[in-house]
């Protein structure tokens, strides 16, 4: 459906996550490349608790959190330390990443504050050891440009990234300490945005800021996109997770929808004057029943939901309705999820059970019913659960965390945080940043177009160059005098082609790229030979970009060699020579490319054939 997004009000904001590509971590030594789980050599364990703010206060997303008894283990390698582990002071701020944070301050025209302090922000989800994570304000008030206007910045953080989620079991989760500590900025902006269009927009710009740094990691799961959406009747809810550009703006248009409908939800609700009952428990009910969950639950209990007959069943988002938003709750509190009227008889609850439910509970037709099958415990926590949300249909949209799917749909997480939830981190001492002698860097934008006009490169390959991964490796290259057109294919489409090969490319390092490439410029390599050389070394790294070449077979042939094998191809092909001549040219060079296997120049293979075609036309 299409909406008038000004009439309803819209109002947006993003957070940006982006981790920084520095040598250390944020507050130790350790280094910020990750690991495979399986490199672990070690693990241990812990349960996390919330704790009271200075005030004295309760975070409700963190207690909320708390109320469902996990023990998280974490995965330790042999570059973790004390501090990831929590059991050391942290050290003093990274100042690379300091200096990192800076320069993006300065591309989107931030004010730098006088004095960064360091803050804890309880996190009791396992992802941090401690339980909070900490993070520090860098900068405020800056701005950026869209096609709409433009969009504020409210403020820059830095702060050290969470451990990486491995594996979730119903009481545990396992974590790895590899991520744990990266420096990462988040970035938050104003509420500015006005459409799901502008959202992307403003997504891309940040992004193309953070990438013009070239101090930035790259690839999946480095860059984390937060959306903050409210229309004016419904309420700000903050979804979580976005890995795509090209999913915020579906997002965004995904939950004005839902707001929208939870709305004509609430209407129709009020005007039914719908209230919800206290849980009843209802286990005898479904004494001989065929449902397998139900069967195996300790303990049943039920919640009427008075006028609500019909709408628990109303489809909010493609595939999720109002029951779904009820089940995440459910589930949040250790159910694995309910089951309502609107949807029964099914799964194995025939319609004489949902009669004798509605009996039990004096439900009328004008009602619908909730219920949750478990252990006594958790059913309890689960079906109260159940009972807040359904008050709060009542009431229209509520405020909340929710996690972004890939439909373009979202889930229930937690209540939104407060401000309980921050406290000073006094362990690191404040820090005074200085930009005074800071070089703001080239933008990707200005990149492209200096490619074109120093470089000659065409638009499509200086944009893939300057907004690729292997920017720095390109400029270092043509630093060193390697042809620019040569430098930019390789990075681009030859790695691209052999990582489709499955070629390992990802154990090529910059060294391993320029030595190619120089060897190239240096005469000593043939272009025709980077894609055999490269594959050689990411297939043994321990070679050299020289032994690679012996590897390969392509030692240098002389010229003489070349011209002996392109007779070979004229012998062999006399007739089509004597009959075309110089016409014969391109399906013999080809021929000639493929006998010597990239051990010529291309160019050359093309002069030498050239000259024996022309010595059998005269």
């Known amino acids: ?329 459910a589930k949040r509190h250790g159910a694995g999820g309910i089951f309502h009227t609107d949807e029964l008889p099914a799964y194995g609850v025939s319609g004489s059970e949902v009669d004798a439910l509605r009996e039990a509970i004096d439900a009328g037709d004008d009602d619908a019913v909730a219920l949750v099958a478990d252990d006594e415990a958790t059913a309890r926590r689960s079906i109260d659960a159940v009972v807040d949300r359904a008050e709060t249909a009542i009431d229209g949209v509520p405020e909340e965390t929710r996690g972004a799917n890939d439909d373009g749909t979202s889930r229930y997480l937690r209540p939104l945080p407060g401000a309980a939830r921050m406290y000073p981190e006094t362990d690191v001492p404040a820090v005074e940043p200085d930009p005074s002698d800071l070089e703001v860097p080239e933008l990707l934008t200005e990149k492209v177009e200096r490619y074109r006009a120093e470089f000659g490169l065409d638009m499509g390959l200086a944009r893939q160059v300057a907004y690729g991964r292997h920017m720095p490796t390109f400029e270092a290259a043509v630093e060193r005098g390697v042809d620019p057109t040569t430098a930019a294919s390789t990075l681009e489409s030859t790695l691209t082609e052999l990582r489709r090969d499955d070629v390992p490319v990802r154990n090529l390092t910059e060294d391993d790229l320029l030595s190619v490439l120089g060897l190239v410029e240096a005469g000593e390599l043939a272009n025709e030979g980077i894609d055999p050389v490269l594959t050689e070394l990411a297939e043994d790294p321990a070679l050299s970009a020289t032994d690679a070449i012996e590897a390969a077979g392509l030692s240098g042939v002389d010229r003489e060699e070349v011209r002996r094998t392109i007779v070979e191809v004229i012998e062999r092909n006399e007739s089509q020579v004597e009959s075309e001549g110089m016409a014969a040219f391109s399906g013999l060079m080809g021929e000639c490319m493929g006998a010597l296997r990239g051990k010529a120049d291309g160019e050359v293979v093309s002069e030498l054939l050239r000259e024996e075609i022309q010595k059998r036309s005269d």
């Open 1 to 329: 459906m299409t909406y008038d997004y000004a009439d309803l009000g819209l109002v947006a904001g993003l957070e940006i996550h982006q981790q920084l590509d520095t040598a250390s971590k944020l507050f130790c030594s350790c280094p910020t490349e990750r690991r495979d789980p399986d490199e672990s050599v070690r693990c241990f364990t812990r349960y996390l608790h919330p704790t009271k703010s200075e005030l004295g206060e309760l975070d409700e997303a963190a207690l909320e959190e708390s109320r469902v008894d996990r023990e998280f283990e974490y995965l330790a390698f042999d570059t973790t330390c004390l501090v990831e582990e929590d059991d050391e002071p942290p050290g003093k701020l990274d100042r690379e990443a300091l200096e990192t944070a800076l320069e993006i301050a300065a591309l989107m025209d931030c004010s730098v504050v006088d004095s960064a302090h360091v803050m804890r922000k309880i996190v009791v989800d396992g992802s941090n050891t401690s339980g909070f994570q900490r993070s520090t304000l860098v900068a405020t008030d800056g701005e950026i440009e869209t096609e709409d206007g433009a969009v504020g910045i409210a403020d820059m953080l830095l702060e050290e990234e969470s451990a990486a989620r491995i594996e979730q079991r119903d009481d545990a989760v396992t974590y790895g300490l590899d991520r744990l500590g990266i420096p990462l900025v988040e970035i938050g902006t104003k509420p500015d945005i006005r459409s799901p269009g502008q959202a992307r927009e403003a997504a891309e710009r940040i992004g193309m800021l953070l990438r013009s740094t070239g101090r930035v990691k790259r690839g999946l799961g480095t860059i984390r996109q937060d959306v903050n959406v409210s229309i004016e009747e419904g309420a700000r809810v903050e979804m979580k997770g976005v890995q795509s550009l090209d999913d915020i703006d579906d997002l965004v248009a995904g939950e004005v929808g839902r707001q929208v409908e939870l709305l004509d939800i609430a209407d129709e609700l009020q005007a039914r004057d719908a209230t919800v009952s206290e849980p009843t428990e209802v286990t005898n009910v479904f004494g001989e029943t065929e449902s397998g969950v139900i069967s195996g639950a300790e303990t049943v209990f039920a919640v009427r939901l008075d006028g609500f007959d019909g709408l628990v069943g109303r489809e909010i988002q493609p595939d999720r309705r109002l029951g779904t938003e009820f089940s995440d709750h």
